[in-house]
């Protein structure tokens, strides 16, 4: 059973698993649900509650940090792209993780965010009328590239602080960046993603310089302050890498989980037709295209300590991959999985996470999709695809490269 699983769980990689992984996640699931990948030397999670058991556990589950691979990864600081990944939040544990994550809590309180619906409002409202413009008279529109990237990339431009001319160069940066959370990474990708993590970081270290000769009202100068106050509090270091891990990951995952959504619903036809016909149900939508197809599809953990899950014992020092995706298609959790239905009632996927690392972008991320939709909703109720949709080729991180369709 769990070489046929691993095997299945190969095909996850090929151009047929990256378009659509679910029939490969049902078919682990029910072969071997917890299983060990020789290919991946990794365990395998695919369902509900043995995911959530161990994004819960955060004392003997832990990221995979810094300190595990000097201990376990012999040579990984001489790719920039690994150190680059290791200094961010996300791949941190207690008490770093707790410090770093206390530090920006107060800058995403349901408060803070709430301020920010006419701001999200707005920015919506900008591109969607540039969609407008340029599918008039039946124009077929990359959706991906007139409305996903620039809403994403603008609500949290405006709030880190960074400039609108520099938006686009981002793009390919985090797209290199995020090729190195694949379980598996050519020679070629990696090599890519050094050079776009050197890239990257330039581009904070002279923002915060910009932002220390003249402070503006953004979070870069919010943080500079933090600083200034208190270096012990929040370090140099601190400033850069908290810039960065929120506007890379405030706009990618978001970005990349409404273009599976609306391609979800388009091609669910009824059920673009049930939120035109009533807009007040886009939160509920939002949380459906969450679950049904994520952007975030897979997480890497290590077990420190022996652990049972799903009723096997993993040793201790195991990794475990973590299929997210395929647990928010586990039919012990949710009815019917593989139905999209935006009026769906039996709670919520595990995309921003569980637990200690539950994203602390979440709400904000809620507001930015909410928001779109309701104003798609009311906009544009026929919109239809018109043409080839073509999606990236990761396994990890699920998002669409092309979505034309006319309104």
């Known amino acids: ?22 029939p490969a996640y ?89 301020a920010m619906r006419p701001s999200v409002q707005r920015a919506t409202d900008r591109v969607l009328d540039r969609f407008a413009e340029l599918g008039a008279g039946g124009k077929p529109v990359d959706f991906v590239d007139v409305v996903l990237y ?14 609108e001319r520099d938006h686009e160069k981002f793009r390919d940066l985090t797209d290199a960046l995020t090729r190195l959370v694949d379980a598996q990474v050519s020679d070629e990708h990696r090599q890519r993603g050094d050079n776009a993590a050197v890239e990257y970081k330039k581009y904070f270290v002279d923002l915060i310089e910009q932002r220390r000769a003249e402070p503006q009202d953004d979070l870069t100068s919010a943080l500079i302050g933090k600083h200034e ?28 989980a409404l273009g599976n959504g609306l391609y979800a619903l388009l091609t669910n036809p009824e059920q673009y037709e049930l939120l035109a016909g009533n807009p007040s149900l886009a939160a509920g939508a939002t949380e459906e295209i969450l679950r049904w197809d994520p952007s975030a599809q897979a997480n890497q953990r290590v077990a420190v300590e022996e652990i049972e899950v799903g009723g096997v014992t993993i040793p201790a020092n195991s990794m475990l991959f973590v299929l997210s995706g395929a647990a928010n298609r586990d039919p012990a959790r949710f009815g019917d999985p593989d139905r999209l239905d935006i009026t769906r009632d039996d709670g ?9 690392h539950l994203c602390i972008g979440a709400a904000l991320a809620r507001l930015e999709m909410t928001t779109l939709l309701e104003s798609m909703a009311k906009r544009f109720p026929k919109l239809k695809i018109a043409g080839e949709v073509t999606r990236r080729p990761h396994m990890a991180l699920r998002g669409l490269t092309s979505l034309p369709v006319t309104y």
Request: aromatic share 10%.
């Open 1 to 22: 059973m769990s070489a046929e699983a691993d095997r299945i769980l190969m095909s996850l990689f090929a151009p047929e698993g990256v378009w659509d992984p679910y």
């Open 26 to 114: 049902t078919k682990m699931r029910e072969l071997a649900p917890v299983f060990h990948s020789p290919t991946l030397n990794s365990w395998v999670l695919t369902r509900f509650a043995d995911c959530q058991q161990v994004y819960a556990d955060a004392q003997r589950v832990k990221v995979v940090d810094e300190q595990w691979k000097d201990a376990n990864t012999p040579g990984w600081r001489d790719s920039p792209g690994s150190t680059f990944l290791s200094s961010l939040l996300p791949w941190k544990n207690p008490p770093e993780h707790t410090r770093e994550r206390r530090l920006l809590a107060r800058d995403f309180t349901m408060r803070r965010v709430e």
């Open 150 to 163: 620039p809403l994403g990339m603008a609500v949290i431009g405006d709030l880190v602080g960074v400039p």
């Open 229 to 256: 106050a208190d270096p012990e509090v929040m370090s140099d270091d601190d400033v850069l890498y908290s810039l960065i891990v929120l506007f890379g990951g405030g706009y990618e995952t978001t970005a990349g």
């Open 348 to 356: 919520r996927g595990l995309f921003f996470g569980h637990g200690l």
